[in-house]
């Protein structure tokens, strides 16, 4: 399959993250639960705490329905793409499946004037017709033409991503198909195969986004290899962290490498 051309988009010059926040992050500009003022003595100006509308609403809202058991990590993660993605940008679905990931990216990066891309792949045919057709009867022919879907292991993605490209994400479901084979799952050593290919084409101020699931043979070990991998991530150039519930410790758990 032909690539359609790709060209150097001038937002892709500058992290989003300090796109929208030039100076400083105002992430508790807005306090949960309202617009309270702050209790008095908390060293914040009353007026800034009422006045200052946080960005991050929608990823506000997806981690206080995580924190009350009401929200799924893969929700969670979805608001956090938003903040991380813009219009225009190029992403990686590292695992389709059934397409929901995928549908959800090209949403987040395709613009009016054809600008942004999404590079999904899966090692089963199967899950990349079921990506395909959720596209097909989701999007517009123009929006479909932004993605293009790959029969190959994840571990290999820098195969098939053009050199030059700026990759602002790149998304792991990881685990088998729902509704497939549940033989056929994402393995310890290629995942972080994927891993590694991933933190080298991924863009400054891009994101690596992993959902793991510990309740499948196997699937403890690649989650303590996808752990080890984040922790080991050099502080001055990676921010990583982990959303986990304590206590359903067979519950999904999302793992997000931020690239600084
Ligand atoms: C949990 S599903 C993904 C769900 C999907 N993101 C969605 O939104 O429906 C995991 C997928 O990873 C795929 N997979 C397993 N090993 C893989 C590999 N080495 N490279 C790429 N995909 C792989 C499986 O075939 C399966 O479809």
Known sequence: MALPALRASPAALVPPLLRRYPR???????PFGGNRPPPAGCGIPAASATTVASPLTG???ALMGFIAGKRKA???AHSVWKNVVSKGDSVIDATCGNG???????RMVADDSGRGF????DIQSSALESTS?????SVNPNQRKLVE???LCHSKMEDVIPQGVSIRLVAFNLGYLPGGDKGIITASNTTLLALQAA???LVSGGLISIVAYVGHPGGREEYDTVQAFASGLPVDLWATCKLEMLNRPAAPVLILLFKK
């Open 100 to 106: 929901h990931d995928t549908l959800a990216l090209l």
């Open 118 to 121: 999404v590079y999904g792949m």
């Open 74 to 76: 893969t929700e969670v």
């Open 59 to 61: 990823a506000e809202e």
């Open 149 to 151: 879907l790959f029969c």
């Open 133 to 137: 057709s959720l596209l097909d009867e």
């Open 199 to 201: 933190s080298r084409i």
């Open 24 to 30: 400083r992050l105002p992430l508790l500009g807005k």
